[in-house]
């Protein structure tokens, strides 16, 4: 039995290594890389009902072991993906899941119905977590009222299981997970990225154009692991980890503290090869700390937190 | 795609400016106007231009700007640096006809690419010559290098050397019919609508990834689209970006 395949709804991964949204485009450029079959599945950037060109550059900005990104949802538009990128996808064994976004409930709802109908598509990835669009994306995922009923929404109108992606812009993230969990989501992706600013001393002016982005990286994956595990212990349905894996030892981090599988976004721009080194690295680090299968460990950090937000 | 190159020399060539020799692990022939994404900094790797190979060697000219670029002039002599690359597409040296009137302009940052531009052009026996404009005369570098290649005019800002004013002032586009030009923005709008027939300009922009996938250093273009700078460019035709 492979000790690396972890089973979720609609997902059937040969390992848990998935490259986050946003963080490897619709795969064409890591494809020149390596072979997209050794993923257990791909998170492909966002789509929106129409195309959009995103936010003016400058877009990124780094920080102590951190990156500020306000892309803004640029892409071809949920039809440009289904007729210009899916169909490249679809010549590889790996899972897709495709991150939807929106600036209205209707918008989310148009573009799942259309892209979950693709078969190329195993699950609908629910962005209700951008930091850096001005409608939409965020505001849906800091409310739990709004956020189940989103949550519900979408689901009445896909043919593909529902992982919603919570924001760690929250006052509960247990709050919102449980929200979503009781509107039908099928499974949890955490966390998105953290809202924050850089200034230009130079200038006086923040160095984003949009002023405010997200951040993700290294600097991040305490609190991503500290969020999942309080999530893990109070849902039921699986959560894929992420926020800031850079190396082998982080993603079993994230399953002890209760994800089932694990994204990686920013690392990819620091080596463009990490899943394919992650997925190579596991079986040994898991021989060396006595790790069977790899789900083995799943959760076994759990415990009460003192401050549980 | 990720090699690991080896310090062979450093040494400061202009106020804040460093030029780095590395040894590539293979001879390489690589197109100039590429660039390199150094692995330099606390996280992000950084873009660098080449500023010449010649055989296994290959050199960076930059300024001390930020954190990855004073790391970088701290390198000593057998150090190794993780650089992915070469990547993006550079000037067309190898499309431009034999009797090509060229000129190469370069704004102080955006020397470097220009230097290993001329150099293979002088190879190919085309005539080209380069403006170089700086902002003061403590900060010129490669002025020699250059002027062994072909002619070369140095402007300053100050006035302290070569001609007292921007790269423009020292421009005469009736005398060419090709420009490459790489610099800071306001130099490069400033040539963009000049009247010069083929016009490719090398721009620079803050990017993640290097290789097209995160939409970091998208530039807009006139037929309302867009370009990535890391992957379609650095260099593009003038008039395919909107500056």
């Known amino acids: 039995m492979n000790r690396l395949h972890v089973t979720l709804p609609g997902l059937n991964l040969k390992n848990p290594i998935i490259p986050a949204s946003g963080c490897f485009g619709f795969g064409e450029e890591f494809a020149k890389l390596y072979d997209l079959s050794l993923l257990g599945g791909i998170m492909i950037k966002a789509a929106t009902g129409e195309e959009r060109y995103g936010n ?9 072991m951190g990156m500020l990104n306000a892309i803004g949802l640029q892409n071809p538009g949920v039809d440009g993906i289904i007729a210009h990128k899916l169909p490249f996808l679809s010549q590889f064994d790996t899972e897709v899941i495709a991150n939807v976004a929106g600036s209205t409930a209707e918008e989310y709802e148009t573009v799942t119905r259309r892209i979950s109908q693709d078969p190329v598509v195993k699950a609908i990835e629910l962005n209700i977590s951008c930091p850096n669009v001005k409608s939409g994306g965020m505001q849906f995922g800091t409310d739990p009222m709004m956020a189940a009923e989103l949550t519900k929404r979408v689901k009445a109108v896909s043919d ?27 499974g949890l992706t955490m966390i998105n990225t953290l809202v924050g600013m850089r200034i230009d001393v130079r200038t006086g002016q923040p160095i984003l154009a949009n002023r405010i982005g997200g951040l993700s990286g290294p600097a991040i994956k305490p609190i991503a692991v500290r969020m999942i595990h309080d999530v893990a212990q109070a849902v039921e349905i699986p959560i894929i980890g992420m926020g800031g894996v850079m190396e082998v030892d982080d993603v079993l981090e994230m399953i002890y503290a209760g994800a089932s599988a694990v994204a990686v976004g920013t690392a990819n721009f620091v080596n463009p090869f990490i899943c394919q080194e992650l997925i190579s690295a596991l079986p040994k680090r898991m021989d060396e700390l006595g790790i069977e299968h790899i789900l083995d460990i799943r959760g076994k950090a759990y415990g009460a937190t003192l401050h549980r937000a | 795609m990720i090699q690991l190159l080896t310090v062979v020399t450093r040494r400061q060539i202009a106020t804040g400016a460093t030029e780095l020799i590395c040894r590539l692990p293979e001879v390489a022939d690589i197109e100039p106007g590429r660039f390199m994404h150094l692995r330099v900094g606390p996280l992000l790797r950084r873009p660098i231009s ?11 000219l930059f300024k001390e700007i930020g954190q990855g670029t004073k790391e970088l002039a701290r390198l000593r002599p057998g150090d190794q640096i993780d650089a992915l690359g070469p990547l993006g597409n550079g000037f067309p040296v190898h499309h431009v006809a034999r009797e090509a009137r060229i000129v190469l302009v370069g704004g102080g940052i955006g020397v470097p690419p220009l230097y290993y531009t001329m150099r293979k052009l002088v190879e190919r026996g085309i005539a080209c010559e380069a403006i170089l404009g700086f902002d003061t005369a403590s900060s010129v570098f490669y002025e020699d290098e250059f002027r062994a290649l072909g002619p070369t005019t140095v402007t300053t800002v100050d006035g302290t050397a070569g001609i007292r004013g921007f790269v423009t002032a020292a421009l005469e586009p009736n005398r060419f019919d090709t420009l490459f030009a790489c610099g800071p923005e306001p130099m490069l709008r400033s040539v963009q609508h000049i009247s010069i027939e083929h016009k490719f300009l090398s721009i620079e922009n803050r990017m993640g990834c290097g290789i097209g996938a995160c939409f970091a250093c998208v530039c807009p273009t006139p037929d309302g689209h867009y370009v990535k700078t890391c992957s379609d460019g650095p260099v593009f035709r003038a008039e395919e970006v909107i500056l």
């Open chain 1, 56 to 64: 003016p550059t400058p877009r990124v900005a780094e920080s102590g």
């Open chain 2, 50 to 60: 080449i500023a010449n190979v010649e055989g296994d060697l290959i050199t960076f």
């Open chain 1, 160 to 186: 593909k299981p529902v992982y919603v992606k919570l924001s760690p812009n929250v006052t509960s993230i247990v709050e919102m997970a449980q929200a979503v969990e009781q509107a039908g989501a099928d």
